[in-house]
T-cell receptor, first 114, second 113 residues
């Protein structure tokens, strides 16, 4: 596979469930990101991992828990979510060093919280 | 608050014409700029990046950057119905572990057949 992949592509979960989103990048990058995209809002950065170390946490509620075991894999663990957490969750990757900071996105996970 | 501003649209352009998308940014320290295309229900796709003042051309796309005016634009020549999408503008400071890309809300472009 090439590029950035995400699984699952669609997820419906109840507010008491626990689930995880998975992202994998095949681009040799060493920075990975989680974004949330809701209708009519700009992309909201949730977490950044650079060289496997978390460097950004934009005041995201603790019901979202990221995990980055290595530079190619990123997880987002979800528990006791709220209906307003329903959105498209996007993973992206880039180089952590150098002049360019081009981010490449995965296809996203469409999450619905019931 | 660092921001990237775009007109939300929709911007309607006849097929074959030039579509012009504009973006302004507030952070004077920004040095890298990106245009992403996002089809409905899909993820953003990087189509252009620009780092220096002036024009950068890639096929039917031309990105223009004016740092003095804090202005970025994207021109799409010979617009096609397949160009109908939301276009996201983004800016970023020089590479630093703590600097992140700032995205605009996007402009919806509709190419009229």
């Amino acid at each position: 596979e090439t590029g950035v992949t995400q699984t699952p592509r669609h997820l419906v979960m109840g507010m008491t469930n626990k689930k995880s989103l998975k992202c994998e990048q095949h681009l040799g990058h060493n920075a990975m990101y989680w974004y949330k995209q809701s209708a009519k809002k700009p992309l909201e950065l949730m977490f950044v991992y650079s060289l496997e170390e978390r460097v950004e946490n934009n005041s995201v509620p603790s019901r979202f828990s990221p995990e980055c075991p290595n530079s190619s894999h990123l997880f987002l663990h979800l528990h006791t979510l709220q209906p307003e957490d329903s959105a498209l969750y996007l993973c992206a990757s880039s180089q952590a060093q150098g002049a360019a900071y081009e981010q490449y996105f995965g296809p996203g996970t469409r999450l619905t919280v019931t | 608050q660092k921001e990237v501003e775009q007109n939300s649209g929709p911007l309607s352009v006849p097929e074959g014409a030039i579509a012009s998308l504009n973006c302004t940014y507030s952070d004077r320290g920004s040095q890298s700029f990106f245009w992403y295309r996002q089809y409905s229900g899909k993820s953003p796709e990087l189509i252009m990046s620009i780092y220096s003042n002036g024009d950068k051309e890639d096929g039917r796309f031309t990105a223009q950057l004016n740092k003095a005016s804090q202005y970025v634009s994207l021109l799409i020549r010979d617009s096609q119905p397949s160009d109908s999408a939301t276009y996201l503008c983004a800016s970023q400071r020089p590479m630093n572990r703590d600097d992140k890309i700032i995205f605009g809300k996007g402009t919806r472009l509709h190419i009229l057949p």
